[in-house]
C-alpha cells in the first residue's frame, strides 16, 4: 500500500532566533525522514501542496477575517500579546506558509480518500476560531479540511481525534452546531486553553499523564467515537507535546508511548476501512533533534499500520 506524506519546503519560513513557536521543526523533521530511509521507500509517494484558496477557506473563516490576515491588519488584538502566545510577527511569507500549511491537509485529505492514509508534515493548527487567531494558529487547517469533506466531498461524518496535549477549542467552536463533525479532544486539564470550548466529547487528563494511563484512556475514547458515530473519515492531531520532555505540555509520555499512540489510531481506522489523514500537531522543544525524533513517530506508525517495515 502507498503512504502519500504531504511535504513542503516553505512550511517554514525565516523567523526570529528565540521565537518560542520552533518554525525550524518543518526542515528538520523533513531532513530527518530522509536520514529515516523514507526517500528510497516505494511504499512512499512524496506530495507536495498548493495553497489552500479562498473557496475552501471561506467555508470555515470569515471574509473579513480573511482579508485582515492576508493584509496583516491583525496588530494586537490577534497576533501579539492579547491572545498569549499567539504572537506571531506578520509577514507576506507568513500568509504563504499558512496557506501552504492548510493546503497541505487539504491534500493529505483528499490522498487519504484515494489511499486510506496519508499525513501532512505540517497542522494542527486547532485554536484558530473563524474569526480570530489564537495560540500560535491563524488558520484552523483540520477544520477546512473537514468541511472540505462536507461540501467538496459530499461526506457526512467526520471524526477529528485531537491528541494534541492542548484542547482544540477553535475546531469545537466551529463545529459546536455541527452534527456532521464530532470532535474528540483528549487533552491537560491545566494546559491552554485556560477557557474551555465544548467538544463533542472531551477528555481533560491530569498533570504527568503517563503512557498506560493515556493509551488506555486513547482507546476507550476511540472505539467509543467510532461504534457511535461511524465516521466515514477520520482527521488525526497527532501532536507531540503530550512528551515529557515538551515544553509548552504537562504530561510524560514517552517516545515509545507516541509511537503506540499514533499506530492505535491508525490501524484502528485502517481496521474499520476508514480513510484517515493525519497532521503533526503542536510539540516545542528546543532541541530540534529530538523534536524531529518525537513528530516522526508518525510516520513510522503510519508505515507499520500500513505493513511496511521500516529500511535504511
Ligand atoms: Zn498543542
Given at each position: 500500500m502507498t503512504l502519500p506524506i504531504v511535504h513542503h519546503p516553505g512550511y517554514r519560513i525565516d523567523w526570529?532566533?528565540?521565537?518560542?513557536?520552533?518554525?525550524?521543526k518543518f526542515r528538520v523533521l523533513r531532513e530527518h525522514l530522509g536520514a529515516l530511509g523514507f526517500d528510497n521507500l516505494d511504499a512512499v509517494r512524496w506530495i507536495t501542496p498548493r495553497p489552500a484558496g479562498d473557496r475552501a477557506l471561506l467555508r470555515v473563516h470569515g471574509a473579513d477575517y480573511l482579508q485582515r490576515f492576508y493584509l496583516g491588519d491583525?496588530?494586537?488584538?490577534?497576533?501579539?500579546?492579547?491572545?498569549?502566545?499567539?504572537?506571531f510577527p506578520w509577514s507576506p511569507a507568513l500568509v504563504t506558509r499558512t496557506l501552504l500549511e492548510v493546503g497541505g491537509t487539504l491534500a493529505a485529505v483528499d490522498q487519504a480518500l484515494i489511499h486510506g492514509l496519508a499525513l501532512n508534515?505540517?497542522?494542527?493548527?486547532?485554536?484558530?476560531h473563524a474569526d480570530h487567531a489564537s495560540g500560535y494558529c491563524l488558520l484552523n487547517d483540520l477544520a477546512v479540511a473537514a468541511r472540505h469533506l462536507l461540501?467538496?466531498?459530499?461526506?457526512?461524518r467526520v471524526l477529528i481525534v485531537d491528541c494534541d496535549v492542548h484542547q482544540g477549542d477553535g475546531s469545537a467552536d466551529i463545529f459546536?452546531?455541527?452534527?456532521r463533525v464530532f470532535t474528540l479532544s483528549i487533552h491537560g486539564e491545566t494546559n491552554f486553553p485556560f477557557e474551555k470550548r465544548r467538544s463533542d466529547r472531551d477528555v481533560a487528563l491530569p498533570r504527568d499523564t503517563g503512557d498506560i494511563a493515556y493509551l488506555d484512556v486513547l482507546a476507550r475514547e476511540l472505539d467509543a467515537a467510532m461504534m457511535t458515530f461511524a465516521p466515514q473519515f477520520v482527521l488525526y492531531d497527532a501532536g507531540v507535546d503530550v512528551h515529557a520532555a515538551d515544553r509548552l505540555g504537562h504530561f510524560a509520555l514517552s517516545d515509545a508511548g507516541l509511537y503506540r499512540r499514533d499506530r492505535t489510531v491508525l490501524s484502528r481506522c485502517l481496521a474499520a476501512g476508514v480513510p484517515v489523514a493525519g497532521v503533526i500537531g503542536g510539540g516545542y522543544d528546543r532541541d530540534l533533534a529530538a523534536l524531529a525524533r518525537r513528530h516522526a513517530q508518525l510516520f513510522l506508525a503510519a508505515l507499520a499500520a500500513l505493513g511496511h517495515a521500516r529500511e535504511g
Open positions: 526570529p532566533v528565540r521565537h518560542p513557536f520552533p518554525m525550524e491583525l496588530p494586537s488584538a490577534a497576533l501579539a500579546a492579547r491572545r498569549p502566545p499567539s504572537g508534515s505540517a497542522g494542527g493548527t486547532h485554536h484558530a461540501a467538496h466531498h459530499g461526506l457526512e459546536r452546531d455541527e452534527t
